[in-house]
């Protein structure tokens, strides 16, 4: 067989090019789909890792994404073989899509390290799907693409606007202080979801397709363009051939996904007031990687970055907007002195090039650095005798009169606690108190869950209060909003300070001193975290991949990720399967 790579033996050719009966084998069973002899000649073979399902209605549509990747692919003298990986879906999954993450990152890798590909095109979108891909695929470190699923189109409600997630925590608060009606609320539910695509809010699908395209593992405008635009099928096909020549030309991901591509996302991710999920899937995409990356870079990096895109649920526009305004080259372009011009892209180029000549369309919609939508945005990172490990708040979702505030815990040990007591009209709470939810970390759900936005005591509700303070182990969804710390590390059922926070102690939170202070002394904390490992309850989880996490998964300001995964095992497999 003649080798149509110039020369050089690609990965596949170990399995296609064998001219003895395991060549026989490899080739023979592929040819029962249709396949003719010359697709086996030494041409890159192309995996199209698809997460499409219709349980998870983001990625409802990227089986005809896939087509278009296709077309690129035998256009650029590929051949394209799809296999898919397990779909997380946000909005369906249980107890949350999170507590899969790394089971998808474990499939993606081995299939592909396991399979005959040159190179990998990533398609997914929804939260945990693309982080999860990207994790698996860097564990290998061939050449890789991605391509996102795209934001649905703007959700529609009596004439308005209305965001995906975003208004759905407003309305759900408005039903419950009694200023919005049961039926109304229900009559907005088929007009948020107007189409297949992500949520069109700054949730964490948008935030991560950002991050993709400003490290340069994609092709421009991927964050942007609607999930049933044209455009989206015309950049996959353009993707399909970008693979090719990346197999060529032999540029594999840790290539593109350097120090200074995190570096430009993390700026990025606070100009558009990026998702806090972000953090704990950089951090476990740098650990795959072997890239230095801390938590404190997150607010470090983010410190002279002000908030530029005023898109929900920091501000007002959705995802159709940012990319009729310019998208995400636009943002850049913005940031330009703030970036590193010079760090690689998948299309071979340096990322400047995708962003020096972008223009601002909607000046509402994508601010200059001296006109922003708000100066604080970005991650603020806390620590104190409360989080030793650390704890994450995005202030530009926050109130700005709660960036700094003390006040009386009201604790509740566990989600079931929480929604039992919320609305209890005995609940001893006011507007100075602070919501504490325990259980509810990696370990302690298991999964670490988005529910860190605690709704609010309708008592309060109905007398006005529209944000408070609430403190925990969990995540939060990224279209959410309100002053939420979140990530608490170590978690409570880690044995972290957390764990022994008692109703009525003082907490105090200085968010431009970065710190959070549980207001009781040193050796008093000792006493109640020696108790409470001496009264710990026993293991949850005895069996299945619960317990394999929940032994294994390393605390929020790692990662989440299982311990044995960070890091890489490569491509090479040595040995043949018969």
């Avoid at 593992?217 to 609607?226: F, V």
């Avoid at 996302?265 to 476990?284: D, M």
């Avoid at 998948?346 to 919609?365: L, P």
């Amino acid at each position: 067989m003649s080798d149509g790579n110039a020369g050089k033996r690609l990965r596949s050719g170990g399995t296609y090019g064998k001219l003895d009966r395991d060549g026989f084998i490899h080739r023979s069973w592929m040819k029962s789909q249709g396949l003719p002899d010359d697709v086996f000649d030494g041409r890159p073979v192309i995996g199209i890792c698809n997460t499409w399902s219709e349980i998870t209605p983001c990625n409802a549509h990227l089986r005809e994404i896939a087509e278009h990747v296709k077309r690129g692919v035998w256009e650029a003298g590929g051949l394209p073989l799809e296999f898919p990986a397990m779909s997380l879906g946000e909005t369906q999954m249980r107890p949350t899509a999170m507590l899969f993450r790394n089971l998808l990152a474990m499939e993606v890798e081995e299939s592909i390290r396991g399979n005959p590909i040159d190179g990998v095109v990533l398609l997914g979108g929804c939260d945990k799907t693309t982080p999860g891909q990207l994790m698996g695929a860097a564990s290998v470190d061939l050449p890789t693409i991605v391509v996102s699923s795209g934001p649905m189109l703007n959700g529609k409600f009596r004439g308005k606007d209305i965001g995906s997630g975003t208004d759905v925590w407003k309305f759900s608060e408005a039903v419950r202080a009694g200023e919005m009606s049961l039926a109304d609320f229900m009559s907005a539910e088929s007009g948020m979801s107007r189409s297949p695509g992500t949520c069109m809010t700054m949730g964490t699908a948008s935030t991560m397709a950002a991050i993709i395209e400003a490290m340069g593992l994609s092709l421009p405008y991927n964050a942007s363009i609607p999930a049933v635009d044209a455009r989206r099928r015309a950049m996959s096909h353009e993707t399909g051939r970008t693979i090719v020549k990346m197999v060529k030309e032999g540029r594999v991901l840790s290539q593109v996904a350097t120090r200074a591509a995190f570096e430009n996302a993390l700026r990025v991710h606070a100009a558009i007031g990026g998702s806090t999920n972000a953090v704990v899937h950089l951090l476990a995409l740098a650990g795959r990687l072997g890239v230095t990356l801390e938590l404190e870079d997150f607010d470090r990096l983010s410190r002279d970055v002000p908030l530029l895109v005023d898109l929900q649920p920091s501000g007002r526009f959705l995802m159709e907007d940012l990319h009729y305004a310019g998208g995400l080259p636009a943002v850049m372009k913005q940031l330009e002195k703030v970036l590193d011009p010079e760090a690689p892209t998948v299309a071979g180029h340096r990322i400047g090039a995708q962003y020096e000549s972008a223009e601002v369309f909607n000046a509402e919609v994508i601010r200059s650095m001296a006109d922003p939508v708000k100066p604080d945005s970005g991650i603020w990172v806390l620590r104190g005798n409360l989080a030793p490990g650390g704890a994450v708040m995005k202030p530009s979702a926050a109130s700005p009169e709660l960036l700094s505030h003390r006040g009386k815990a009201v604790v509740f040990e566990t989600i079931e606690d929480f929604r039992a007591r919320i609305d209890d009209p005995d609940l001893d709470v006011d507007e100075t108190s602070i919501l504490v939810l325990k259980g509810c970390g990696p370990k302690g759900y298991p999964g670490m869950p988005e529910v860190g936005n605690m709704p609010l005591p309708r008592k309060l509700l109905e007398k006005g209060v529209k944000d408070m303070l609430r403190i925990s182990d969990a995540r939060m969804s990224g279209t959410a909003y309100g002053a939420v710390i979140l990530h608490v590390s170590p978690e409570s059922d880690a044995g972290g300070p957390l764990a022994v926070v008692r109703n009525g102690d003082e907490i105090i939170f200085d968010g431009p001193a970065r710190s959070l202070t549980l207001s009781i002394s040193d050796a008093e904390l000792e006493n109640r975290l020696t108790a409470w490992r001496a009264d710990r309850p026993a293991p949850k989880y005895t069996r299945g991949y619960a317990k394999l996490y929940v032994d294994h998964v390393l605390q929020a300001d790692q990662g989440a990720d299982l311990d044995f995964l960070v890091g890489a095992s490569g491509s090479v497999v040595t040995r043949e399967s018969h």
